[in-house]
């Protein structure tokens, strides 16, 4: 190793002049004849093996570089031609007329001759003279090898490397120049006993390095921070110090600090609002359902419900000594309602009317018209605008069982909700009564439904699936009575009547314009007490009259006293209430066809329905 000193060529990797192996070996110059030194030694050619040499052999250590005005070989403070330490002084002559490159720097060369007394060679010579045992080869030369000088401790001077750095070493005269591309030798260094005393005690500080041109990493040498030592950079990024990586850490330390009082702050009003909710920890819990939409379904009984009740008041009645509490629905924007007529006839000329709309608005109403034929009525209502009127469907359309729903006060429970079904269509029923002469008995051709009807609903509207209004509410059958208003006391047992809304629609229109409504009539008179099946036409005519009105439609058609009318067009009729029903089912100009029984024969006629004043 030869760590801390120059690189330079060595031998081996010299350009070599050619026929330099074909020289005899006498003409090579010896090391004594060398005339200057570099401080560096060259590499005698081997001699021929001898027979007791083992292929090796050793070198002698090179002398010391001569001190100005000293001869060759000799280290200083040493007499001339004398040797240090027991080793003969070589020779620092080189030799005349040797090729570029051969030269043997002086000081350096030993002999190649093996020391007496050294242990054999270990390997034999090299017959094809390969480097480092023979002569170099054709091939290039080697590049240089660099090796980090060892750093010494501090105050310490090595032997083999100078405290300070010497002035540079001119090449001897005579050495020939190294080719392009090979370093030529190098300074030699002082050996170590001509550095002087003061460099080597415990106490001295070596010097620094000088900067290498080549900017080289050395991992040996000493820190380059004065003071301490500097961070390693291994990728150019500047290193934290340590306050800054205080300042990291008590900036995350903070960033957690606040992101924990976040969460924290979270959780607890998430704790607090169920706490105070519920009631607080370890009460009772029952499960229950979270909020809805509150939209149904338009055909629901929800949906069919919440449109049409603002369209449907509860009517107070009194007058007469009398009170009692109906329901009704609107016509139209001008303020008609329409109701039965045995919920307003309480109030007579002079009674009072007071409507109560959903929302609870209350308004004062008049008297239109009534029919008590038909029980029916109309009243008007004054200064109430925004009214929303319910729309009008068509009873002929109607089938049984379609699902319907029931608008009404019953017991004056306003805004009561009730559903179910069309149970029958053409129900021959009749109301009323009180009077005892029969003026004041209706005659409908109803709607039967199971929906509950009770005291109240008169007057309400039948809806169907699309809340249109197909019958008006008006009798109840219950347990102990006939047929018979609802404002008896008893209960709905689900039997319940409506007046076709075609009939109504009718009725309503004659008494908004004229306040009356038309019957229509076929103009003859029934035997009431006739227990056959049909209708009997009587034998006496009412009040002394004629059975049959004389130029009346039945008149025209040929009926007579006696006649049993059986069928009404193709329907069977089985009283005369039911012939009745089946005629005001219809409107004055309307034709019919009858099936007229007489002496056991029957005949079918035709006729056009007249026309007579209500009451």
């Known amino acids: ?75 200083a403070g040493m007499p001339a031609g004398g040797a240090a330490d027991g080793v003969p ?62 750093t010494p401790a501090h105050g310490v001077t090595t032997a083999d490397r100078p405290a300070m750095p010497g002035p540079p070493v001119p090449p001897p005269q005579g050495t020939p120049a190294a080719p392009d591309g090979i370093p030529g030798p190098a300074a030699p260094l002082p050996p170590p006993s001509a550095l002087p005393a003061a460099a080597v005690h415990a106490g001295a500080q070596p010097p620094s390095p000088a900067p290498d041109p080549w900017q080289r990493y050395n991992p040996w040498a000493a820190p380059v921070v004065p003071g301490g030592h500097g961070p390693l950079q291994q990728n150019g990024a500047g290193v934290p110090s340590t306050e800054q990586r205080r300042r990291r850490g008590r900036k995350a330390l903070a960033g957690a600090a606040v992101l924990l009082a976040l969460v924290s702050g979270g959780v607890g ?170 003026s004041d008995v209706s005659y409908v051709d109803a709607l039967q439904t199971d929906a509950p009807i009770n005291p109240g609903n008169s007057g309400g509207p039948l809806l169907d699936a699309k809340a249109r209004v197909i019958g008006i509410n008006s009798a109840i059958r219950s347990a102990g009575s006939g047929s018979e208003p609802d404002s008896g006391q008893s209960g709905s047992i689900g039997l319940g009547f409506a007046i076709p809304i075609n009939q109504g629609k009718r009725v309503a229109e004659e008494l908004i314009n004229t306040g009356k409504a038309t019957h ?48 009404v067009d193709g329907q069977r009729v089985h009283s005369g209430e039911e012939l009745i029903v089946k005629t005001r089912a219809h409107r004055p100009g309307d034709r019919l066809e009858l099936t007229v029984e007489r002496a056991g024969k029957e005949r079918t006629v035709s006729l056009v329905l007249g026309s007579s004043g209500g009451s």
């Open 1 to 75: 190793m030869n760590e801390g000193k120059p690189t330079k060529a060595k031998w081996w990797s010299r350009p070599r002049p050619q026929g330099l192996s074909e020289e005899p070996e006498s003409t090579r110059p010896a090391p004594g004849d060398l005339a200057d030194t570099d401080g560096d030694f060259e590499l005698a050619r081997p001699a021929a093996r001898r027979a007791e040499d083992g292929g090796d052999y050793e070198l002698r250590r090179p002398e010391p570089v001569p001190a100005d005005g000293e001869p060759a070989g000799v280290p």
């Open 89 to 150: 002084a070589a020779s620092a002559v080189p030799a005349q007329g040797g090729p570029a490159g051969s030269a043997v720097d002086a000081g350096n060369a030993t002999s190649a001759v093996p020391v007496d007394g050294a242990p054999k060679p270990l390997h034999d010579p090299d017959p094809y003279s390969t480097p480092p045992y023979g002569e170099p080869g054709p091939w290039a030369p080697a590049p240089p090898v660099q090796h980090p000088a060892a």
């Open 269 to 438: 009003g998430v704790m607090g609002t169920y706490l105070e909710r519920n009631g607080g920890v370890g009460t009772v819990e029952l499960p229950q359902a979270g909020q809805e939409p509150t939209g149904r379904d338009a055909d629901s009984v929800a949906g069919i419900a919440g449109r049409a009740l603002p369209s449907v008041v509860t009517l107070h009645v009194s007058g007469s000594g009398e009170q009692g509490t109906g329901t009704g629905f609107v016509l139209d924007t001008r303020g008609h309602i329409l109701t039965n007529n045995h919920v307003v006839r309480s109030a007579g000329s002079t009674g009072e009317i007071t409507v109560t709309f959903n929302g609870g608005e209350i308004a004062q109403a008049e008297l239109v018209g009534r029919d008590s034929g038909y029980d029916l009525a109309v009243v008007k209502v004054k200064g109430v605008r925004g009214l929303t009127p319910l729309p009008l469907g068509n009873s002929d359309n109607v089938q049984v069982g379609d699902p319907v729903v029931a608008i009404g006060a019953p017991f004056d429970l306003a805004g009561t909700v009730t559903s179910g079904i069309i149970s029958a269509k053409q129900r021959p029923i009749t109301a009323g009564g009180e009077k005892g002469d029969g």
């Open 520 to 567: 229509p009539v076929i103009g003859i008179t029934l035997d009431m007490d006739y227990t056959g099946d049909g209708a009997r036409v009587a034998t006496e005519g009412s009040e002394g009259g004629p059975p049959v009105t004389v130029g009346g439609p039945g008149a025209k058609a040929g009926i007579k006293a006696g006649d049993v009318i059986t069928e």
